[in-house]
């Protein structure tokens, strides 16, 4: 990137184009280690203290485009990410890769001081398959695709001695921002779980559906919800209402209530309470 780095290691082979850094001993348990160091300071061994989001170092790849070696295609970087301090040194590695038809780096992930991985927005991890797959004409940004069961499963865990177990969230805000608040509106959908079963053709028709709505006018601390049954009929390709328990707690069937299996056994229909 018109610059001509002082120390290189060029070569026509692998062999003459790797660079090793090896540690044999019997007593530091330590590895090899490559330093990467930067100070605020402009004379070398001076000390001035880095800031927040500084690069730290980076680990570039370039490759020849046919023109020069000015194009590079990922990037490891090492950043500040938090205030700095005498032995306080927040960090963060971000990870880069340049889209097609470009030469320009694209943030795709870091893990910040905190230890959380936030991925970019539009960019999908997908777990067991190489691209994302579409569904319901949309392609979903998490993934996890397998062809048997435990490559196609979620598990999530609560192991303690408490009495809560593991939970999924699925949560609704009418604002923009992500974290801030604006409160939803009557009729909203709150999440659904979908159920899509693959036609021979495509997979965009919806088998199955449980849904929460907000029912009534909502307001702080008062977030009335229904929660809705939906099947797809034979020759259907889209869901149609079939139960709703609303906000009141009221449980409506829209067709016909059948209790019991047909052929095996008698139903029972308890009417308890006052």
């Known amino acids: 990137t018109d610059n001509i780095p002082e120390m290189q290691v060029l070569g026509t082979a692998q062999p003459d184009s790797t660079l090793m850094v090896g540690l044999s001993s019997a007593t530091d348990a330590l590895g090899p280690m490559l330093a990467l160091v930067k100070s605020g300071n402009a004379a070398i061994g001076s000390r001035t203290a880095v800031v927040n989001n500084e690069y730290l170092g980076r ?18 970087r090492f950043t500040v990410d938090g205030t700095v301090g005498t032995g306080i040194m927040p960090g963060a590695i971000e990870l880069y890769t340049t889209p097609a038809c470009s030469e320009t780096l694209t943030l795709r992930g870091q893990w910040n001081a905190a230890g959380d991985y936030l991925h970019a927005n539009g960019a999908g991890i997908v777990v067991g398959n190489t691209a994302q797959v579409t ?48 409160v939803v509106n009557c009729g909203d959908n709150l999440g659904r779980i979908r159920w899509v079963a693959d036609d021979g053709v495509d997979m965009t028709s919806i ?14 601390n008062d977030t009335p919800t229904s929660l809705v049954f ?3 009929a034979d020759a259907a390709a889209s869901v149609t209402e079939r139960m709703r328990i609303d906000h009141t707690g009221v449980t409506r069937v829209r067709n016909t ?18």
């Open 59 to 76: 680990i570039i790849a370039f490759c020849d485009d046919g023109t020069d070696l000015e194009s590079p295609a990922a990037e490891i």
């Open 135 to 182: 569904v319901n004409a949309e392609s979903a940004e998490f993934q996890v695709l397998g062809t048997a069961g435990p490559d196609s499963s979620i598990v999530i865990g609560n192991w303690s001695a408490g009495a809560c177990g593991g939970n999924i969230y699925l949560v609704k805000s009418r604002n923009a921002t992500i974290g801030s608040f604006t």
């Open 207 to 220: 088998s199955a559906e449980i849904r929460a709505d907000i029912s009534a006018a909502p307001g702080s």
């Open 230 to 232: 939906s099947t797809a």
């Open 257 to 274: 209530l059948s209790i019991g299996l047909a052929g095996t056994a008698l139903g029972t229909l308890t009417l308890e309470g006052n």
